[in-house]
């Protein structure tokens, strides 16, 4: 095999074929392939675009570029992952209730990415617990809990680990089909039996656009479903954030707010949704309704909670952490509310925007080796469709200093638009594939 032949096939618009692609993944894996043909090659993908069938080669061969792990549990493997949002804290409450259900969830995350907030940075905000495990300490916490939540080793997927650097620098992060790839070969090395892909639409996601999300929903269970993965997905709305809150230790306190509070709203019913696909998929319950019953009994039930204190314990954060979590999540030094500035409804918001705000407070990186402040953020949120009065909260937002929360206070008012109107506010759940 010769890198210069595979990208002459994109060039030419003929097909690659599994042999050649999975030559190439290799070689991204193991350097045999320069920086300069991998950045060719990505950018053949996103001008040609691969047919299903390369789609599902490209995948596999990433997904086998290194470690693949297998399981032998008494029940089935499960996990979720989100196209990424603002205030889309699901994993840490779906994964422990889960596994209160008889799943066993080796949920491998990310961190922030752009506007969006990252599991591992959320997680991280709990005092002592660190994500970076060893792959056999990963098994027992898996084994013993049912759950955990931890980054990717280096073994795991190398080619995507490679081929996304490239990516960055190329202006090539948007193909489908290279996302589908990153996002797959990752989950499918980690020895999943199901999956769910909830991907966001709206302002404050990636994909904008219905046609946009629903695009990208077809291709990633088309290729995980090729792939030997059943999986399902849901497109859901990011026009707004999800939970009340942007910020790594507060999007945790909302996430212990429905494990240990019986707290409702827009992230427990997400939450509840998604969890009764994986669990009618994963054969736990004869359909998704009662599937959603389940997960709804393990959150209010405390069985969630306790499943998620025990991996806490287990990671290196405090023993008792969901019995008494308020006392150690950290707090901003500088808390002020957002006055709105006119009475009306709340028509819209740029969730990029607000998204951005809270990285601008130090709450996500501008670059890669900013370190990253768990207490600042966004909490209190306004929701769409609301009545304010004027000089009402629109929201809190907590920084380190008086400079950043000002800042952070003019981009808030910039996102959230007023008008005299109440808007149509669109459903969590827009569609289910697969």
Known sequence: MDAREVIARLRRDEASGEAALRWFAQGLADGTVSDAQAGAFAMGVCLR??????????????????TRMAWDMPGPVLDKHSTGGVGDCVSLVLAPALAACGAYVPMISGRGLGHTGGTLDKMEAIPGLATGVS???????????????????????????????????????ESIDLITASILSKKLAAGLEGLVL???C???????????ARALAQALVATANGAGCATRAVISDMNQPLAASLGNALEVAESMEVLCDGAGGPLRDLTVALGGMLLEGGGLAKDAEEGAAEIDRALSSGAAAERFGQMVALM??????????????????????VAAPKAGYVTAMEGERLGLAVVALGGGRQVESDVVDPAVGLSDMVRLGAWVEKGAPLCRVHAS???????????????????????????LIHERIG
């Open 49 to 66: 675009g691969l047919s299903e069938g390369e789609r599902v080669a490209l995948t596999e061969a990433m997904r086998d570029s290194g």
């Open 135 to 173: 792959e056999e300490r990963f098994r027992a916490i898996v084994g013993e809990v049912g759950c955990a939540i931890v980054s990717a080793s280096a073994n795991l997927a190398p080619a995507d680990k490679r081929l996304y650097a490239i990516r960055d620098v190329t202006a090539t992060v």
């Open 198 to 200: 909830d991907v966001k």
């Open 202 to 212: 709206g302002s404050g996601a990636f994909m904008k656009t219905p046609d946009e």
């Open 316 to 337: 290196g954060g405090p023993l008792r952490f969901a019995e008494d979590w308020r006392r150690f999540l950290p707090e901003a030094t500088v808390i002020r509310e």
């Open 401 to 427: 200093r008086e400079g950043a929360a000002k800042a952070a206070e003019a981009a808030v008012l910039q996102a959230v638009e007023i008008g005299p109107e109440a808007p149509e506010v669109p459903g």
